[in-house]
């Protein structure tokens, strides 16, 4: 009486889908371009669809400028810290030199051309030296006496513009003289002899009374006697001495006779001795001597720890 429908196989095909399956090609596309129409029908997923240009959100786009605010940032800085380190390197260069010197007034002009063609051969010789902190004063100084032993030293003393520097040259101090065979020769403190003085000319000079010819004077002049005589002066002054004379005793160019000012009693040294052991000595004698009021012709220091007086 009842029947059951049928299957759903058997439901009429709704009008839509059988338009759409039995509507002729008439586009005159191929088949991969009907492939391609498949992908939008009902019921599929879309899996393969992507944009070509996808557009980017207020974030992404926030996110890119600071990435690139950061890049550039770095590349400025670099540069930035290049171009401070190579100011840097110009200011420190020392390409041209200009002499000077010290405050020290002096009694007579002098030449800074030559001091300063011996800077240069030295900073030629040594170019990481050219650098103001990579130089190496003492050696620079040691060089420049080689050739020119009146100075004492040269040190940087500013620097006037890029890749130029100011260089003070001391010159030494002259504690004694002596002249030999008409060519004077002078010591300072540290026992240097030179010929060219600079300063007021020292009122120590040796009285030559040894009867030594004027050859063997001046070997003498070029090795001992002069530098010991410059020490004496020196360790005499530090202990409050004023050394007004120095003489060569006849027929010995080992010996010398120092006299002081306001004191009567002069002392022989020996340059085979330190000047500062007899020094020492000859101070402890005078001492002794003026305590017990007694005013010898002249005290022996050359024999350690036998002062002897007369």
Known sequence: MFSKRSSRG??????????????????????????????FRRNQTLSSYRHNTPDESARQKAHHLSSQRRRMSGVFS??????????????QLMAQVQVT???KQLSMAFDGASYAKSIN?????????????ALNEAALSDFVAVDFPEVEAVSVSGTPGIARANMT????????????????YYVDASGVVFEKNY????????????????????????????????????????????VTKAVLPQ??????????????????FSID??????????????????ARATSPEYIDVRVAGRAAYK
């Open 251 to 268: 027929g010995t160019t080992r010996q010398v006779d120092v006299y002081f000012d306001t004191i009567a009693t002069r002392v022989k």
């Open 169 to 184: 040259v001391t010159f030494r101090t002259p504690l004694a003289g002596w002249l030999i065979n008409g060519k004077q």
């Open 273 to 290: 001795r330190g000047a500062g052991e007899q020094m020492e000595d000859a101070d402890r004698s005078l001492k002794f001597l003026q």
């Open 78 to 91: 670099i540069v930035f810290f290049a171009v401070v380190l190579l100011l840097l390197l110009l200011w």
């Open 101 to 103: 010197t010290s405050t």
């Open 199 to 242: 300063y007021d000319a020292p009122g120590v000079q040796i009285v030559d009374e040894s009867g030594v010819t004027p050859e063997q004077g001046g070997a003498v002049v070029g090795t001992r006697l002069l530098g010991f005589l410059g020490r004496v002066v020196a360790q005499a002054q530090s202990r409050g001495y004023d």
């Open 121 to 133: 051969e030295y900073l030629m010789l040594n170019p990481s030296q050219r650098l103001r902190f």
């Open 10 to 39: 058997n439901e009429p095909v709704p009008r839509r889908r059988r338009l759409a399956d039995n509507e002729p090609d008439t586009s005159g596309k191929n088949t991969s371009d009907a492939g391609s129409k498949s992908q």
